[in-house]
């Protein structure tokens, strides 16, 4: 009789919410890039959409399911397709968006959503890249640290509330696949066309471990840091077939802890990492399946748990923070898939993860404390060499508040208690930056006035320019005319 290891995810299944219960109508963007086209959180559900001339994004409050409306508003926020949206951990009101007109934004998102009366408001914009932003990834502990890389090889980091670049890291020679910060945010891990993974000191720019042909096939690989160090990393062989791989860095980078073929579809796959329950779930584009595996200290390190299959390929998935899960229906995962619906829209299904269990009581082995939306550090903190691990809530506190009627079943309302807005520096970013005299009540929105009028005044000193070179151009000529006709009379 085979043996079969045991585990309390084992038998975890996957629930697609009914139809009346799902996205429809949307047009999804028609890009071709290697993105996901949509970003959750438990307020809000952010897409990538089509638009001619420009790139647009959608924001719907997660309550507003059904058909989109035809007077629906959306953020053309990009001269050009935006390629990426990341929803900021510490506050849920605060999304980061990037596009191939190499422009990285940061909108603040009105309560009710996005709407004609109350739109989108762009309280920054980062210019420095030279080509197409292909990806954004906050900090995981520090507070408004954006991170976005580049089709220019290099990888930025913002301290969003100073509006500053903090650092510019260059090592990449080819364009970056996947980013990946570790738990504490010390390191980030990454994979490039020239398929190797490297482990990067974001702060003093170097690199800590670099794992040379970590695949041998051409295609992008995707990497995610695990909570111990270890790096889990999903590629193509050879052969063209998908495969992934597990290191440790800091025993061996020659030699995996563990390597397997998963299957030979073409689409590129990605991992979604829950380190609560040390899970990784993995969904290829073009799939139809979501499947996920166990990770653990134990040989061979990485057990294949079970699969989610539909009958329907997934162009894109957003993934929900696991403050935003129903801790009373066991749901310990929950994802938000795009598909094709029709000719001309897509539509988004969410779909539950959950661990059947029959007693309503608080099941604390699957629900250990998750990542608050409290920060760990502020930015400063963080550049000046502290790390730290995220903080932590109580899910047993959600769950009484929930037996109360006090909370949906998610984290939400209970530790999403204020709302923070990005409306000044803050004391250390400002002594950062160098602006220690601002007065206390300066706002982005200010910055971003005298920004505009600066710019304004810039363009005009061009046009002086040009004008008085065109002059001295035209002076030049008259006197080298009559510097001819003197030597014409002699």
Request: aromatic share 8%; charged share 25%.
């Amino acid at each position: 009789m085979a043996f079969v290891r045991p585990s309390k995810f084992r038998h975890v299944f996957g629930a697609p919410n009914k139809p009346a219960e799902c996205y429809s109508g949307i047009k999804v963007s028609k890009s071709s890039f290697d993105t996901q086209f949509c970003a959750v959180n438990p307020k809000f559900l952010a897409i990538i959409t089509h638009s001619s001339g420009g790139g647009s994004f959608l924001v719907l409050p997660l309550e507003q399911y059904g058909r989109l409306s035809q007077k629906q508003a959306f953020v053309n926020g990009h001269t050009q397709p935006v390629t990426d949206l990341a929803w900021c951990p510490f506050n849920d009101n605060i999304l980061a968006t990037c596009g191939e007109d190499a422009k990285v934004k940061v909108w603040q998102i009105p309560e009710e959503g996005v709407t004609a009366d109350k739109p989108a408001v762009e309280l920054c914009m980062f210019e420095l890249h030279q080509r197409k932003v292909t990806m954004l990834h906050w900090h995981p502990t520090a507070e408004y640290v954006l991170l976005s890389a580049s089709a220019d090889n290099t990888i930025r980091i913002w301290d969003v509330t100073s509006q500053s670049e903090m650092y510019c890291l260059d090592m990449h020679t080819e364009q970056i696949n996947s980013v990946s910060w570790s738990v504490d945010g010390s390191q980030i891990a990454t994979t490039c066309k020239d398929k190797s993974i490297r482990i990067i000191d974001v702060r003093k720019g170097t690199v800590v471990h670099e794992i040379k042909k970590a695949f041998e096939g051409s295609k992008p690989a995707k990497v995610v840091m695990l909570k111990d160090g270890k790096i889990f990393a999903l590629g193509f062989s050879k052969m063209a077939e998908r495969l992934y791989v597990l290191y440790d860095p800091e025993q061996s980078v020659e030699e995996p802890l563990a390597e397997e073929e998963v299957d030979s579809s073409a689409g590129n796959v990605y991992p979604f990492y829950d380190p609560d329950n040390s899970i990784v779930f993995t969904a290829g584009k073009g799939d139809s399946n979501i499947k996920y595996y166990e990770i653990n200290d134990q040989e061979p390190y990485v057990h294949y748990l079970s699969t989610y299959s539909s009958n329907v390929s997934q162009r894109g998935l957003g993934w929900m923070p696991k403050r935003g899960c129903d801790v009373n229906s066991c749901e310990i995962a929950r994802f938000y898939k795009l598909h094709k619906e029709s000719q001309h829209s897509e539509k988004c299904e969410p779909i539950a993860m959950t661990v059947p269990r029959k007693s309503d009581l608080f099941q604390e082995d699957i629900f250990p404390d998750f990542c608050s939306d409290e920060p760990a550090m502020s930015a400063q903190e963080w550049a000046d060499g502290k790390s730290a691990m995220p903080k932590r809530a109580s899910w047993r506190e959600v769950f009484d508040a929930n037996k109360a009627g006090k909370t949906n079943g998610t984290a939400k309302k209970l530790v999403i208690a204020k709302s923070i807005k990005i409306n000044k520096k803050t004391p250390s970013a400002a002594a950062a930056s160098g602006d220690a005299s601002l007065p206390e009540g300066f706002a982005l929105e200010d910055l971003k006035a005298m920004k505009d009028t600066i710019e304004k005044l810039q363009k005009k000193v061009r046009r002086q320019g040009r004008r008085i070179k065109k002059i001295e151009e035209v002076i030049g000529e008259v006197v080298a005319g009559d510097e001819d006709d003197d030597d014409e009379e002699e």
